[in-house]
C-alpha cells in the first residue's frame, strides 16, 4: 500500500489522535508497520499527553491498528435491483447516478423526497458538509443520525432543564467527586478506561468514594459498585422520585441554589411527595433500604457525580429520566462544582461534535433550530444562500424515515458510517419499507455489511486514518486526528464525497474547499458566542498544543478551554434559571405480559464494537466472546423449560430469533438479555432487533432500544434439551406477576 504525503515515516514518530471507538475519546499513538516484515499492522498505544486518558486505552483501542486494513471497499458498486450482485463502476459514474437521482426526486417529490442518515463517526467536517448539502443546498431537514438511537434523550434532557444541550462536567470530577451513581451504565464495559480510572482511585481511598450502579443486571460495573439496585427495567424515573423524596425529608435541599437558580421547586415537591419509599420499593422491585442507602449516601456527599448512558436514554421516558437525575443534581446544589453533576457519557466517538455541527433533524450547527427563523436566517447567510432556503420544518427522525419509506415518499435514501439493518429497532419491518426506496445509497467503510445488502450504490469510504479532521468526547474536549495513512484503493473521505455532489449540482461557491482545514474552519466561525463555542480553534491550533476543551472563544489561550458548564448558576434560558422538570413515570412502552412476560434488554460486550465491521476481524477480541449468549435468570430459566448451554428461542410480537442459553443469578428475575452485536452478516448471527420495538420517548423521539416484551422457548431436538424441562409452567408461578402496577 502506497503512503500519503501525511503520514510519518517511521522517524517522524507516532501519529497522535483520538481512538475511533467510544466517547471517552482516549489518545492513542499510532506507530506505522516496521519496514521488514510488519505487515501492514499499525500498533496502537495510549498517549500520555492526551489529558483524557493520560495514557490509557482499552482493549478495543489497543487493537484498532488490526481492523483497519481488513476486508476493505475499495472502489463504488452499483446493481440496478437489489436481487442483482454489484458491479464495480468509476466514481465519475456514481455521482451521475446520485446526481440523476437527486434531481428526478426534486422533480418528483420535492426537497422532502430525500433523506440522509449519518453518524456519531463521522468527523466534525463529514458532519458539517452533510448538513451544508442536505439543509441548506438542497433544502430538506431529513438529515439524522444513529444519535437519535443514543444521546438524543440527553440532548432533549440538557435543552429543556438548562435551555441547551452541552454536556456540564468534565473527567477530572470522576476524581474529585465522594459519590458516583451510575445510572443505566455499563462503564466497565462500555467507557473502560473511565470506569478504570474510578477503580483506580476506589482502590486507594476506599471509604472516601462510594459507587452505587442502577442496573436490572449484575455486571462488571456493578461488581465494582458500594450499592446495586437492581431494579426492574423501565423504572428509573420513579427511582430518581423516591430518591427526591427521602431528600426532602432529610433535609438534602440547597434551598439558596433551588431560589437563585431554578424554577418549578414547588410543583416538584409536590411530585416527589408522592413517591414515598414504600411505593418506589414496590414500583422498582427493590429493597425499601436499599433507597434509603442512596438518599442517605446523596445527602450527606460534598459532590455527588451521576453518570448514565443508554440504559437510561433508550427508554419512551428517556428525555422525562433524564429531567429526573438533573432535578435531583439542582435541587441539592449538586452541579457547577469540582466533582458535581448529571453527566452523561458519550456513546460513539465523535456524537458530540455531531450536536455541535446540528446533525440532528432539528438542528443547526452551533447548537440552533430549524424552526428558529433567526438560526435559519444566520446558516442562510454564512453558507451564501438565498433567504429561505432552509425549510421551517423539523426533519425526519430516522423512524419517520423508514414511515415515509412505507408511503412511498422518499426518492432516495443516503445511508452513511452506520449499519441501520443491525442497528434500528423491528429490522423486518425497516427491511420491507427499505425495499420500496428507488435509491438506496450507502457510505460504508468496509465490504458485505448487512445494510450494503439492501443497497444500490455502495460508496467507499476513507475512514479514520485515512482522512485528518477532528472529534469531540464526551468531556467536550476536541482532538485533530491526521490522515497518517493511504486510503484504500479509491476510497474517499465522507466530506469530500458530499463536497463534490454539491459542486456538481451548481453549489460550486459553497462546496470548493481546499482541505478539511477549511471546512473546520468555516464552521468554527458559526458557533461564536453559542454555547459550544469551538471559535477559537483550528486545525493548526489543534496539531501545534494537542486537545482542546470548549467553549474556546476567539482569542483563548491553549488549555484556557472551561472544564465545566454553568459554574455561575445561571442558565441559557429566558429567565436565566434551571428548570425542574415534574413528570409521572409512565413505565415501559411495550410492558411484559401473559403471552409476552419477560423484558428483552440488549447492551454490549466489551470486546465488541456494534455491528462488529470492524472488530469481529481480530480474533483477540472474539476470544472472550465467540458468540452471542442469552442470559436467562434460574427461575425464568426453570419456567420456559431451557438448559444451560441448551438453545432458546426468543419471540416477540415482531420476531424470533434463536441463540445459546446462558443461566445466571446475574441477570433479574423477568428480564432477559442478548448482545446487539451479531447480524445478519454474522456467521454467528443473532439479531437482536428484529425483536425490538419502534416506540420511543415522545420528546427525544429516541426509540426504547433497551426494551421489549419476548417469550422464551427451548429448541426442541437441540441436544442439551432436558426432557423435563418441557412442562408448562403453572399459573401460579405466572411470571407477570414481577411487574410494576399502574400507580399514579
Ligand atoms: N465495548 C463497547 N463499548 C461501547 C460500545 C460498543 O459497541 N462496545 N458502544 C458505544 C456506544 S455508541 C454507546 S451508546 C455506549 C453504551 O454504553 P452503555 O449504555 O453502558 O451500554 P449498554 O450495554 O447498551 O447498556 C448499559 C446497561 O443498561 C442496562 N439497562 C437495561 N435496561 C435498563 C433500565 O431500564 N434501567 C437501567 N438503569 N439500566 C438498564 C443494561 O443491563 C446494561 O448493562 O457504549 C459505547 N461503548
Ligand atoms: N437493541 C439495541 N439496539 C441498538 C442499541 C442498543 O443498545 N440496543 N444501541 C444503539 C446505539 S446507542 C448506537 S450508537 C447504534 C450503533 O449502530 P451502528 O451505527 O449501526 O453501528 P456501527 O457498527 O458502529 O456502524 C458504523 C458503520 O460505519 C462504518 N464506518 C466506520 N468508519 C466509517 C467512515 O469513516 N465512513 C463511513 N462512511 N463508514 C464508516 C462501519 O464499518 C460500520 O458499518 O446502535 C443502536 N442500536
Ligand atoms: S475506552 Fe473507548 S476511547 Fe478509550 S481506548 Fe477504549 S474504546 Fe477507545
Ligand atoms: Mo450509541
Same mark, same amino acid.
Given at each position: 500500500?502506497?503512503?500519503?504525503?501525511?503520514?510519518?515515516?517511521?522517524?517522524?514518530?507516532?501519529?497522535?489522535?483520538?481512538?475511533?471507538?467510544?466517547?471517552?475519546?482516549?489518545?492513542?499513538?499510532?506507530?506505522?508497520?516496521?519496514?521488514?516484515?510488519?505487515?501492514?499492522?499499525?500498533?496502537?498505544?495510549?498517549?500520555?499527553?492526551?489529558?483524557?486518558?493520560?495514557?490509557?486505552?482499552?482493549?478495543?483501542?489497543?487493537?484498532?491498528?488490526?481492523?483497519?486494513?481488513?476486508?476493505?471497499?475499495?472502489?463504488?458498486?452499483?446493481?440496478?435491483?437489489?436481487?442483482?450482485?454489484?458491479?464495480?463502476?468509476?466514481?465519475?459514474?456514481?455521482?451521475?447516478?446520485?446526481?440523476?437521482?437527486?434531481?428526478?426526486?426534486?422533480?418528483?417529490?420535492?426537497?422532502?423526497?430525500?433523506?440522509?442518515?449519518?453518524?456519531?463517526?463521522?468527523?466534525?467536517?463529514?458532519?458539517?458538509?452533510?448538513?451544508?448539502?442536505?439543509?441548506?443546498?438542497?433544502?430538506?431537514?431529513?438529515?439524522?443520525?444513529?444519535?437519535?438511537?443514543?444521546?438524543?434523550?440527553?440532548?432533549?434532557?440538557?435543552?429543556?432543564?438548562?435551555?441547551?444541550?452541552?454536556?456540564?462536567?468534565?473527567?477530572?470530577?470522576?476524581?474529585?467527586?465522594?459519590?458516583?451513581?451510575?445510572?443505566?451504565?455499563?462503564?466497565?464495559?462500555?467507557?473502560?478506561?473511565?470506569?478504570?480510572?474510578?477503580?483506580?482511585?476506589?482502590?486507594?481511598?476506599?471509604?472516601?468514594?462510594?459507587?452505587?450502579?442502577?442496573?436490572?443486571?449484575?455486571?462488571?460495573?456493578?461488581?465494582?459498585?458500594?450499592?446495586?439496585?437492581?431494579?426492574?427495567?423501565?423504572?428509573?424515573?420513579?427511582?430518581?422520585?423516591?430518591?427526591?423524596?427521602?431528600?426532602?425529608?432529610?433535609?438534602?435541599?440547597?434551598?439558596?441554589?433551588?431560589?437563585?437558580?431554578?424554577?418549578?421547586?414547588?410543583?416538584?415537591?409536590?411530585?416527589?411527595?408522592?413517591?414515598?419509599?414504600?411505593?418506589?420499593?414496590?414500583?422498582?422491585?427493590?429493597?425499601?433500604?436499599?433507597?434509603?442507602?442512596?438518599?442517605?449516601?446523596?445527602?450527606?456527599?460534598?459532590?455527588?457525580?451521576?453518570?448514565?448512558?443508554?440504559?437510561?436514554?433508550?427508554?419512551?421516558?428517556?428525555?422525562?429520566?433524564?429531567?429526573?437525575?438533573?432535578?435531583?443534581?439542582?435541587?441539592?446544589?449538586?452541579?457547577?462544582?469540582?466533582?458535581?453533576?448529571?453527566?452523561?457519557?458519550?456513546?460513539?466517538?465523535?456524537?458530540?461534535?455531531?450536536?455541535?455541527?446540528?446533525?440532528?433533524?432539528?438542528?443547526?450547527?452551533?447548537?440552533?433550530?430549524?424552526?428558529?427563523?433567526?438560526?435559519?436566517?444566520?446558516?442562510?447567510?454564512?453558507?451564501?444562500?438565498?433567504?429561505?432556503?432552509?425549510?421551517?420544518?423539523?426533519?425526519?427522525?430516522?423512524?419517520?424515515?423508514?414511515?415515509?419509506?412505507?408511503?412511498?415518499?422518499?426518492?432516495?435514501?443516503?445511508?452513511?458510517?452506520?449499519?441501520?439493518?443491525?442497528?434500528?429497532?423491528?429490522?423486518?419491518?425497516?427491511?420491507?419499507?427499505?425495499?420500496?426506496?428507488?435509491?438506496?445509497?450507502?457510505?460504508?467503510?468496509?465490504?458485505?455489511?448487512?445494510?450494503?445488502?439492501?443497497?444500490?450504490?455502495?460508496?467507499?469510504?476513507?475512514?479514520?486514518?485515512?482522512?485528518?479532521?477532528?472529534?469531540?468526547?464526551?468531556?467536550?474536549?476536541?482532538?485533530?486526528?491526521?490522515?497518517?495513512?493511504?486510503?484504500?484503493?479509491?476510497?474517499?473521505?465522507?466530506?469530500?464525497?458530499?463536497?463534490?455532489?454539491?459542486?456538481?449540482?451548481?453549489?460550486?461557491?459553497?462546496?470548493?474547499?481546499?482541505?478539511?482545514?477549511?471546512?473546520?474552519?468555516?464552521?468554527?466561525?458559526?458557533?461564536?458566542?453559542?454555547?459550544?463555542?469551538?471559535?477559537?480553534?483550528?486545525?493548526?491550533?489543534?496539531?501545534?498544543?494537542?486537545?482542546?476543551?470548549? @467553549?474556546?472563544?476567539? &482569542?483563548?489561550? =491553549?488549555? $484556557?478551554?472551561? !472544564?465545566?458548564?454553568? /459554574?455561575? +448558576? #445561571?442558565?441559557?434560558?429566558?429567565?436565566?434559571?434551571?428548570?425542574?422538570?415534574?413528570?409521572? @413515570?409512565?413505565?415501559? &412502552?411495550?410492558? =411484559?405480559? $401473559?403471552?409476552? !412476560?419477560?423484558?428483552? /434488554?440488549? +447492551? #454490549?460486550?466489551?470486546?465488541?464494537?456494534?455491528?462488529?465491521?470492524?472488530?469481529?476481524?481480530?480474533?483477540?477480541?472474539?476470544?472472550?466472546? =465467540?458468540?452471542?449468549?442469552?442470559?436467562?435468570?434460574?427461575?425464568?430459566? #426453570?419456567?420456559?423449560?431451557?438448559?444451560?448451554?441448551?438453545?432458546?428461542?426468543?419471540?416477540?410480537?415482531?420476531?424470533?430469533?434463536?441463540?445459546?442459553?446462558?443461566?445466571?443469578?446475574?441477570?433479574?428475575?423477568?428480564?432477559?438479555?442478548?448482545?446487539?452485536?451479531?447480524?445478519?452478516?454474522?456467521?454467528?448471527?443473532?439479531?437482536?432487533?428484529?425483536?425490538?420495538?419502534?416506540?420511543?420517548?415522545?420528546?427525544?423521539?429516541?426509540?426504547?432500544?433497551?426494551?421489549?416484551?419476548?417469550?422464551?422457548?427451548?429448541?426442541?431436538?437441540?441436544?442439551?434439551?432436558?426432557?423435563?424441562?418441557?412442562?408448562?409452567?403453572?399459573?401460579?408461578?405466572?411470571?407477570?406477576?414481577?411487574?410494576?402496577?399502574?400507580?399514579?
Amino acid at each position: 500500500m502506497s503512503q500519503p504525503a501525511t503520514s510519518p515515516s517511521p522517524s517522524d514518530g507516532p501519529a497522535r489522535a483520538q481512538c475511533p471507538y467510544c466517547g471517552v475519546g482516549c489518545g492513542l499513538e499510532m506507530k506505522p508497520p516496521a519496514a521488514a516484515g510488519g505487515g501492514a499492522t499499525w500498533t496502537a498505544r495510549g498517549d500520555r499527553h492526551h489529558p483524557s486518558s493520560l495514557g490509557q486505552v482499552c482493549v478495543k483501542g489497543a487493537t484498532v491498528g488490526e481492523t483497519l486494513h481488513r476486508n476493505r471497499l475499495t472502489t463504488p458498486l452499483y446493481r440496478q435491483r437489489t436481487d442483482q450482485s454489484f458491479a464495480p463502476i468509476s466514481w465519475d459514474r456514481a455521482f451521475e447516478l446520485l446526481e440523476a437521482q437527486v434531481r428526478r426526486t426534486l422533480a418528483e417529490k420535492g426537497p422532502s423526497g430525500l433523506a440522509m442518515y449519518g453518524s456519531g463517526q463521522f468527523l466534525t467536517e463529514d458532519y458539517y458538509v452533510a448538513n451544508k448539502l442536505i439543509k441548506g443546498a438542497l433544502g430538506s431537514n431529513n438529515f439524522d443520525a444513529n444519535s437519535r438511537l443514543c444521546m438524543s434523550s440527553a440532548v432533549s434532557g440538557y435543552v429543556r432543564s438548562f435551555g441547551s444541550d452541552g454536556p456540564p462536567c468534565c473527567y477530572d470530577d470522576l476524581d474529585q467527586a465522594d459519590t458516583v451513581l451510575l445510572i443505566g451504565t455499563n462503564t466497565a464495559e462500555c467507557h473502560p478506561v473511565l470506569f478504570q480510572r474510578l477503580l483506580k482511585r476506589k482502590r486507594k481511598q476506599k471509604q472516601a468514594l462510594q459507587i452505587v450502579v442502577v442496573d436490572p443486571r449484575a455486571t462488571a460495573t456493578s461488581d465494582a459498585a458500594d450499592l446495586h439496585l437492581a431494579i426492574r427495567p423501565g423504572t428509573d424515573l420513579a427511582l430518581l422520585h423516591g430518591l427526591g423524596h427521602l431528600l426532602l425529608e432529610r433535609g438534602g435541599v440547597d434551598r439558596t441554589y433551588v431560589q437563585a437558580s431554578t424554577e418549578g421547586f414547588e410543583a416538584l415537591q409536590e411530585l416527589w411527595a408522592g413517591w414515598t419509599p414504600e411505593r418506589v420499593s414496590r414500583f422498582c422491585g427493590i429493597e425499601e433500604q436499599q433507597l434509603r442507602q442512596l438518599a442517605a449516601r446523596w445527602a450527606e456527599s460534598r459532590a455527588v457525580l451521576s453518570l448514565w448512558s443508554m440504559g437510561v436514554n433508550q427508554s419512551v421516558e428517556g428525555t422525562a429520566t433524564v429531567a429526573g437525575i438533573i432535578n435531583l443534581h439542582l435541587v441539592s446544589g449538586q452541579i457547577g462544582r469540582p466533582g458535581a453533576g448529571p453527566f452523561s457519557l458519550t456513546g460513539q466517538p465523535n456524537a458530540m461534535g455531531g450536536r455541535e455541527a446540528g446533525g440532528l433533524a432539528r438542528l443547526l450547527p452551533g447548537y440552533r433550530y430549524v424552526t428558529d427563523a433567526g438560526h435559519r436566517a444566520e446558516l442562510e447567510q454564512h453558507w451564501g444562500l438565498a433567504p429561505g432556503a432552509i425549510a421551517p420544518e423539523s426533519g425526519l427522525t430516522v423512524w419517520e424515515q423508514i414511515e415515509a419509506m412505507e408511503r412511498d415518499a422518499l426518492g432516495l435514501w443516503w445511508v452513511a458510517a452506520t449499519n441501520p439493518l443491525v442497528s434500528l429497532p423491528w429490522l423486518d419491518r425497516v427491511r420491507a419499507a427499505v425495499a420500496r426506496c428507488p435509491m438506496v445509497v450507502l457510505n460504508e467503510a468496509y465490504a458485505g455489511t448487512e445494510t450494503a445488502a439492501i443497497a444500490h450504490l455502495v460508496l467507499p469510504a476513507a475512514q479514520w486514518s485515512e482522512k485528518a479532521g477532528v472529534m469531540t468526547n464526551s468531556e467536550r474536549r476536541v482532538t485533530y486526528c491526521p490522515a497518517f495513512r493511504a486510503p484504500p484503493g479509491e476510497a474517499r473521505p465522507d466530506w469530500a464525497i458530499f463536497a463534490e455532489l454539491g459542486r456538481r449540482l451548481g453549489f460550486q461557491d459553497q462546496f470548493s474547499y481546499g482541505s478539511s482545514a477549511d471546512v473546520f474552519a468555516e464552521f468554527v466561525a458559526i458557533t461564536r458566542d453559542r454555547v459550544c463555542d469551538l471559535s477559537g480553534l483550528s486545525h493548526g491550533l489543534l496539531q501545534e498544543h494537542g486537545p482542546q476543551q470548549w @467553549p474556546f472563544s476567539t &482569542g483563548t489561550c =491553549p488549555g $484556557g478551554g472551561a !472544564p465545566r458548564l454553568h /459554574t455561575s +448558576g #445561571r442558565f441559557p434560558t429566558a429567565s436565566g434559571r434551571a428548570r425542574l422538570i415534574s413528570e409521572q @413515570p409512565m413505565g415501559l &412502552g411495550e410492558p =411484559p405480559d $401473559g403471552d409476552y !412476560p419477560l423484558v428483552l /434488554t440488549v +447492551g #454490549r460486550y466489551l470486546e465488541q464494537w456494534h455491528t462488529m465491521t470492524r472488530t469481529a476481524h481480530v480474533e483477540r477480541l472474539l476470544r472472550p466472546h =465467540p458468540e452471542p449468549l442469552l442470559e436467562v435468570n434460574p427461575a425464568d430459566a #426453570r419456567r420456559h423449560g431451557l438448559v444451560d448451554g441448551g438453545r432458546a428461542e426468543v419471540r416477540s410480537r415482531r420476531g424470533a430469533v434463536t441463540a445459546k442459553v446462558r443461566i445466571t443469578d446475574r441477570i433479574r428475575q423477568g428480564t432477559v438479555f442478548l448482545p446487539m452485536h451479531w447480524g445478519a452478516a454474522q456467521e454467528q448471527a443473532c439479531e437482536a432487533n428484529r425483536l425490538m420495538h419502534e416506540l420511543g420517548c415522545p420528546i427525544s423521539q429516541q426509540p426504547e432500544l433497551k426494551a421489549a416484551a419476548v417469550t422464551l422457548k427451548p429448541i426442541v431436538g437441540s441436544s442439551t434439551v432436558a426432557a423435563s424441562s418441557m412442562a408448562q409452567p403453572s399459573a401460579a408461578s405466572d411470571p407477570s406477576a414481577d411487574r410494576p402496577q399502574p400507580s399514579h
